[in-house]
């Protein structure tokens, strides 16, 4: 909540940056100089609902309390949780028309009819319960898959309003007209999601800087962590995206904000250049590649093979001729 102006206590730049770099340690998130006003609006108007006298106070109640209690407080007060549902079209068009045929494919060849996507930082639960319908459209039979979207984030408030699942116009601003008719039903609240959408998504608590947690997701052949790194220090992102590349299977892909790259994050994945969008993508397995390259080897050294069969048979031709 932000707080009128006659409530703000002032916020010093030592107490600022005792509040920042524990907030950075623990989350991530990172809050520069200039947007220390946020910090100041909004610990003041809970410091003044606890009680809690000063920032000093406030700083050492978030960083001995072994609860966590008031941390994970203070994490639904900092992160900025905006997000709908379909949000940026032409990403999603590429995952459901592009990466996910091909996923689907390959998975079919294989009999392998299991997906896992990860919706990292999933806010209210816009974005993995669009995942969800998309699936449905898309796949057909997917009742005979097992299909699997895990959504997670830091604060606890957007995971609530996520296992609630009921949204406003606002959410559903660029969702198709029959997409909401099959998916919602209209209630006074809002529109509550289908629970067909939300049998697919998995929400949990968790913090992308918990490696311990991070190092537990495997197999991933999707991973979506859109809007969520822009809030972090680039060291911290560096450490996530390597653990997301851990994450990962061979081959599987990585889509993060449209406005976003991994320039100086990250070199271990490739671009894929699809029609509606780029996306990253970790490379095939070093089996699979080195299968590749040997038999690149094998088919070149046929060729030269061949080529010299074909001097040899000349030489010898011109040598019965001289
Ligand atoms: C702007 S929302 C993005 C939501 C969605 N991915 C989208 O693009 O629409 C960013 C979310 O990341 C979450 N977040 C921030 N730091 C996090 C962390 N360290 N671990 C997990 N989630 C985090 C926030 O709580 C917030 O809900």
């Known amino acids: ?63 001995y309390d072994t609860s966590q209690k008031e941390f994970n407080t203070l994490m639904n007060l900092i992160t900025t949780n905006e997000t709908s ?22 998975k079919e060849v294989s009999k392998q009819r299991k997906l896992r996507i990860w919706s990292a930082g999933c806010s209210t639960g816009e974005e993995p319960y669009t995942l969800s319908i998309i699936l449905l459209e898309k796949i057909r039979d997917a009742a005979s898959w097992q299909i699997e979207i895990l959504a997670n984030d830091i604060s606890e408030q957007v995971l ?17 007209r029959f997409i909401i008719e099959k998916y919602f039903t209209r209630e006074p609240e809002g529109y509550r999601v289908s629970d067909d959408v939300k049998r697919l998504v998995k929400l949990s608590h968790m913090n992308l800087t918990d490696f311990k947690k991070m190092a537990m997701f495997k197999d991933i052949d999707i991973l979506f962590c859109r809007n969520v790194m ?18 990962l ?14 320039h100086g994050i990250s070199k271990s994945f490739k671009l894929a250049y699809f029609k509606n969008a780029l996306v990253y993508q970790k490379e095939a397995s070093a089996t699979a590649a080195a299968a ?9 050294s046929e060729r030269t093979q061949s080529t010299l069969r074909t001097l040899e048979a000349m030489q010898k031709l011109l040598a019965s001729k001289r």
């Open 1 to 63: 909540m932000i707080g009128t102006k006659s409530n703000i206590q002032e916020l010093k730049a030592e107490d600022f940056v005792a509040i920042r770099d524990f907030i950075h340690e623990r989350s991530g998130i990172f809050f520069a100089e200039n947007k220390k006003y946020i910090v100041e609006n909004r610990l003041s108007k809970r410091m003044a609902d606890l009680g809690v006298k000063n920032y000093k106070d406030y700083f050492y109640l978030i960083k």
């Open 85 to 106: 549902f379909f949000r940026n079209p032409p990403q999603l068009k590429a995952f459901s028309d592009e990466v996910l045929p091909l996923i689907v494919k390959e």
């Open 160 to 176: 609530y309003a996520a296992r609630t699942g009921v949204y406003n116009d606002m959410s559903l601003r660029s969702t198709e």
């Open 230 to 247: 822009i809030y972090f220090s680039d060291d911290v992102k560096r450490n996530i995206v390597r653990h997301f590349y851990g994450s």
């Open 249 to 262: 299977r061979p081959g599987g892909y990585f889509f993060i904000g449209h406005s976003e790259s991994l």
């Open 292 to 300: 590749a390259v040997s038999e690149r080897r094998e088919a070149v």
